[in-house]
């Protein structure tokens, strides 16, 4: 099964189980009319003063499952949001086409619609004769290739073109987009493979969403703001994911490969530095595990503070 089968199969069967987290952190379920959109999100409806509804406010992970009566069945999890403007339109149209006998519930100001994005899927069919399972993919999350330099070039001027650039990159978009096809062909060849760099990228099909570059810092050297090194250490730089895909869970597996790249190469930790007005960063960043080291510093780009994740 593939994205495209996972949304026909949701369709097909038309409801399925939604389980969300009770302020107790106990898993509450709910049985709902469920479809799917043509990109795989999830949409059903909800009373906003559902107590899913609470839940999903207080926290979005969920977890779904769909199917089961004829043998087959899809397991998800994923992140749920309450999408409004165009967002919300594309998705009612999915659902009415659905389900067009509840269009008047979708009026109803009482009424939510609420998106899963799914950061996971399984789909498992164990009819008479058959016995199989197996993830559907999703977004991958890997290492670079060398043969992909242009992909990681578009991908980085775009981070750069960012309403936060101006925080959280130490490079502007016009230095980036004056650099010749060799300086991206040999960054991207040493990112791929090695020790001392790794280039992770998130992929949604054929598309880029995001990266992490962890850089290995060795004891005596400068680090990229110029400033000593004391100890090795493993640092995550260039941290990215496109604005429609923020909130998918997509940054936490990033970061979780980056920990996982590093701890590895037998580091204990992974470090970063966050400019200390970027409020969104630092809220990303404490969400994965990292936490303030109490090591502030001035860099290119203004006051910023170490978070540290132990490994």
Not at 59 to 69: E, Q
Not at 137 to 166: F, I, K, T, Y
Request: hydrophobic share 40%; with cysteine.
């Amino acid at each position: 099964m593939d994205r495209h089968g996972l949304a026909e199969y949701v369709r097909a069967q038309g409801d399925g189980v939604v389980s969300s987290l009770g302020p107790d952190g106990a898993p509450q379920a709910a049985y709902l009319p469920i479809t799917a959109t043509d990109r795989a999100e999830l949409v059903f409806d909800a009373r906003a003063t559902s107590r899913k509804i609470a839940n999903l406010r207080r926290d979005p992970r969920v977890a779904v499952v769909v199917g089961g009566r004829d043998g087959t069945t899809l397991q998800c999890e994923g992140v749920a949001d309450l999408p409004g403007g165009a967002e919300r339109e594309r998705c009612a149209r999915a659902y009415l086409d659905a389900f067009p006998h509840f269009a008047a519930s979708l009026s109803d100001d009482g009424v939510v619609l609420v998106r899963v994005r799914l950061t996971w899927a399984r789909f498992g069919d164990y009819r008479p004769g058959v016995s199989s399972s197996g993830e559907v993919p999703l977004v991958a999350v890997r290492r670079v290739r060398s043969d992909e330099w242009q992909l990681a070039r578009d991908l980085r001027l775009d981070s750069l073109r960012d309403e936060a650039a101006g925080i959280a990159f130490l490079e502007s978009y016009e230095n980036a987009a004056a650099q010749p096809d060799a300086f991206y062909q040999d960054r991207t060849s040493s990112a791929a493979e090695g020790d001392d760099v790794a280039q992770l990228v998130a992929v949604d099909g054929d598309t880029w969403i995001g990266s992490v570059t962890v850089l290995v810092q060795r004891a005596g050297s400068l680090d990229y703001h110029g400033l000593p090194v004391e100890h090795s250490r493993a640092v995550v730089v260039g941290v990215y994911v496109r604005p429609e895909h923020r909130g998918d869970g997509v940054i936490d597996r990033l970061l979780d490969e980056a920990a996982r790249w590093s701890r590895d190469r037998g580091f204990d930790a992974l470090a970063l530095g966050v400019h200390q007005d970027n409020a969104r960063a630092q809220g990303a960043y404490r969400r994965a595990g990292f936490v303030p080291s109490g090591v502030t510093f001035t860099g290119s780009i203004g006051p910023e503070l170490e978070m540290v994740r132990p490994l």
